[in-house]
């Protein structure tokens, strides 16, 4: 009875054998070394590549769109608009950097931008 089981299962591990060789070399789709190399960028649990996209207010947006602020436009991926300091409707904004505060003095890389009525 043990000689069977001990058969059974040798025949068993040569038919799962034959099975996986018989399926060729595990080959890898194109493309999938620089996948493994790059990060795992995520926007709204959208996987992007940051070389060609950015993460805006939750949307996928292409690197090199521009959007108006007042007469100047800016890039949104890299920019953003804000309003001078003191806020004021009249007031004219500014294109700053993306992540520097929109309330603090104004820099040497800032511009001006006149609001368009």
Known sequence: M?????????????????????QGVPVSPVGTSLMLCQLHTRCKGQFYDPQKQ?????????????R????CSYRVCFEQCCPRWPLGLQQ???VRLRGEDCSSPQSLGDRVCHSVI
């Open 68 to 71: 108006r602020c007042g007469s």
């Open 2 to 22: 043990a000689a069977q089981r001990c058969i059974l299962a040798v025949l068993v591990a040569l038919c799962l054998l034959m099975i996986l060789c018989s």
């Open 54 to 66: 950015c993460c805006h207010d939750g949307a996928l947006v292409p690197l090199g769109e521009t």
């Open 92 to 94: 004219p904004l500014m």
